[in-house]
């Protein structure tokens, strides 16, 4: 019973420890809160088995026979226990490297969202739709992994676009370079870290001119949002300057029973109701 209060008094007060180191001591250092995150999780395990040798040593429990212990525990991991312990040693390695870090704005597979939690079996994610995902550490170490925000923030998008044929694709590129000025998430020329808007050419397709806006975000995790607004800027300006954005047309031959071939537009079929919207 001694041993049993001893843990107890033990494990309580290591955890008011970390509560503090991690709240107040650690927050007057320039650590990365990564950093201090990591520093309070492996402070909080490693008090943690302290304690339970303090609380089996006050109970008289000879701690040699932790030797035969291990040794089961050996048999028990060669039988089933292999993913637990790649977890437990895999969140020690994202502990201390940290590749990824809470924070960070991640994709694993077609998951994306915020790392809220690294802990040492498990990282929990939060999407943008506020669903908390538990991944096993194993998977972030051995599977390719999408970390947005590692070094920095920003992140860039692209936008494209079709025009139609005979269209003045100088004009095409000044309404597109200003809707990007006019948007103020995206960031513009002559930013320290990344360059501004530009506006490629991409090439000749079959039933437009395609071009792609690039533009670098300063919120990497509203790039969804801000490629819509793009998207609603740039219909709104082609409008107004009377660009069109085609769709595509296609010519649909007839051959008869009796040699003669006659040639139908696609729009020509779609006014006897035989084809519509475009489609052959």
């Keep these: 019973m001694l041993g049993v209060l001893m843990f107890a008094a033990l494990i309580t007060i290591t955890r008011w420890l970390k509560q503090r180191l991690h709240v107040h001591w650690l927050n007057h250092t320039p650590m990365h809160p990564g950093t201090r995150e990591a520093v309070a999780t492996m402070f909080g395990y490693v ?13 008289g429990f000879d701690l040699t026979n932790l030797a035969i212990m291990a040794g089961a525990l050996g048999v028990g991991i060669g039988f089933g226990l292999q993913n637990i312990v790649n977890n437990f040693i895999s969140g020690i390695i994202l502990l201390f490297e940290r590749p990824i870090r809470p924070g960070d704005f991640i994709t694993v597979g077609e998951t994306s969202g915020f790392v809220r939690k690294v802990s040492i079996r498990s990282t929990e994610m939060e999407t943008l739709d506020r669903m908390s995902v538990i991944v096993p550490n194993s998977d ?3 599977t390719h992994v999408n970390n947005w925000t590692l070094r920095d923030p920003f992140g860039r998008i692209n936008v494209s676009v079709g025009v139609a044929y005979g269209s003045d694709t100088q004009k095409v590129k000044e309404i597109l370079l200003d809707v990007a000025k006019n948007n103020t998430d995206v960031v513009q020329a002559g930013h320290v870290f990344v360059p501004g808007p530009n506006v490629l050419f991409k090439g000749f397709g079959e039933s437009s001119l395609d071009f792609e806006l690039r533009v670098f975000i300063r919120q990497i995790e509203k790039r969804w949002i801000i490629q819509s607004d793009l998207n609603f800027s740039i ?25 003669d071939t006659e040639t139908l537009s696609a729009a020509d079929l779609a006014s006897q109701g035989n084809v519509s919207n475009g489609e052959e």
């Design 140 to 142: 972030l170490l051995t």
């Design 47 to 59: 008090t943690f088995m302290l304690a339970g040798l303090a609380g089996l040593s006050i109970a």
């Design 235 to 259: 219909d709104a300006a082609f409008r107004q300057h009377g660009i069109t954005i085609p769709f595509p047309q296609r010519d649909l031959w007839l051959r008869g029973k009796h040699e």
